[in-house]
């Protein structure tokens, strides 16, 4: 079945040691997103690519960045956790921009900073 | 910034009942989207209602769109345990022919009691 899978579903990392998640689709969407959801709060945007564009949200801190090297994988680096970074992080993929398209989401990496 | 708001915060009901939720949103919009989300885990996009349709209806789920009052509302008729999770609406910044970036509330706890 066509998806997107994130790897690790739960990670713990220690406060300042570099961290990368991953995300990966079989769906051959031309967008890949990279949202950040704390308990109880909305999904928050951090970055998106369409294709290999990036495109980063204005309030993503920089200790956050992104890379896609094909159309298939994402991975979302934090490169110093903070005990404030510690959240559900959820890549989600679509077919592009059109009014009617819609997100499909992953599992979610549960990231926990000790 | 945030666009859509959901109503109620969270919601209890008995297996059987019908549930319903409310979104208001801010700017003008192509389309409104509802997620799902069981605990932990990622969204599941439900129904797109698009900013000239009024109701649209899939399975149990029946949605409305009023945008002169910008809010929509999720019914969900003859609820099942099942149907406990989070319930997100999810707007798009209403650009002309579309835009692949959403913003979500912050969501409706739903809890149906067996």
């Known amino acids: 079945d066509a998806m997107v899978i994130q790897n690790p579903r739960y990670q713990v990392t220690q406060f300042g040691k570099p961290v990368t998640l991953s995300c990966s689709q079989t769906?051959?969407?031309?967008?890949m997103y990279w949202y950040q959801q704390k308990s109880s709060q909305a999904p928050k945007l951090l970055f998106h690519?369409?294709?290999?564009?990036?495109?980063n949200e204005a309030d993503t801190p920089d200790n956050f960045q992104s890379r896609r090297p094909n159309t298939s994988f994402c991975f979302l680096d934090i490169r110093s956790p903070g005990l404030g970074d510690a959240a559900m992080y959820l890549c989600?993929?679509?077919?592009?921009?059109?009014?009617?398209?819609?997100?499909?989401f992953g599992p979610g990496t549960r990231l926990t900073v000790l | 910034s945030q666009q859509g708001e959901e109503d109620p915060q969270a919601l209890s009901i008995q297996e059987g009942e019908n549930a319903t939720m409310n979104c208001s949103y801010k700017?003008?919009?192509?389309?409104l989207q509802w997620y799902r989300q069981n605990s932990g885990r990622g969204l599941v996009h439900l129904i797109l209602?698009?900013?000239?349709?009024r109701e649209k209806h899939s399975g149990r789920l029946r949605v409305t769109l009023d945008t002169s009052k910008k809010s929509s509302s999720l019914l969900i008729t003859a609820s099942r345990a099942a149907d406990t999770a989070s319930y997100f609406c999810?707007?798009?910044?209403?650009?002309?022919?579309?835009?692949?970036?959403?913003?979500f509330g912050k969501g409706t706890k739903l809890t149906v009691n067996p």
């Open positions: 989600a993929t679509s077919i592009g921009q059109g009014i009617t398209d819609t997100q499909y």
């Open positions: 769906l051959n969407h031309n967008v």
């Open positions: 690519y369409y294709d290999k564009d990036f495109n």
């Open positions: 700017t003008s919009i192509n389309n």
């Open positions: 209602i698009r900013s000239n349709e």
């Open positions: 999810a707007t798009d910044d209403g650009r002309q022919g579309g835009s692949e970036k959403l913003v």
